[in-house]
Nanobody, 125 residues
Framework: QVQLVESGGGLVQAGGSLRLSCAASGRTFSRYAVGWFRQAPGKEREFVAAIRRYGADTYYADSVQGRFTISRDDAKSTAYLQMNSLKPEDTAVYYC??????????????????WGQGTQVTVSS
């Protein structure tokens, strides 16, 4: 099992940047694929970005492609989401999630077994 803790959220003006971190417990973090999801008020949780085990590949939602970058440092058991050119519509609670059974189809929320508690990101116009 793995426990996940997000950090790095906050209030930023449109056009600004934030970097979210997802710190994981355990020594086998490299064996987990990691996804970032977000949930705005009154909306369903949606896929943002994902990275395969060992950082083999990355995937992004169309809405963040070219603005967000997902990465991981397995030595630190931490995944990151660098968010640039933020827009008010990026405002949401951001969650990281992990799974270690498939390593594909990472945009599917249902495959993730482990979730963090979320961190609020607010982008003002």
């Amino acid at each position: 099992q793995v426990q996940l803790v997000e950090s790095g959220g906050g209030l930023v003006q449109a056009g600004g940047s934030l970097r979210l971190s997802c710190a994981a417990s355990g020594r086998t973090f490299s064996r987990y694929a990691v996804g970032w999801f977000r949930q705005a008020p009154g909306k369903e949780r949606e896929f943002v970005a994902a990275i395969r085990r060992y950082g083999a590949d990355t995937y992004y939602a169309d809405s963040v492609q070219g603005r967000f970058t997902i990465s991981r440092d397995d030595a630190k058991s931490t995944a990151y989401l660098q968010m640039n050119s933020l827009k008010p519509e990026d405002t949401a609670v951001y969650y990281c999630a992990a799974e270690n059974e498939r390593d594909y189809g990472l945009g599917d929320i249902s495959i993730y077994d482990y979730w963090g508690q979320g961190t609020q990101v607010t982008v003002s116009s």
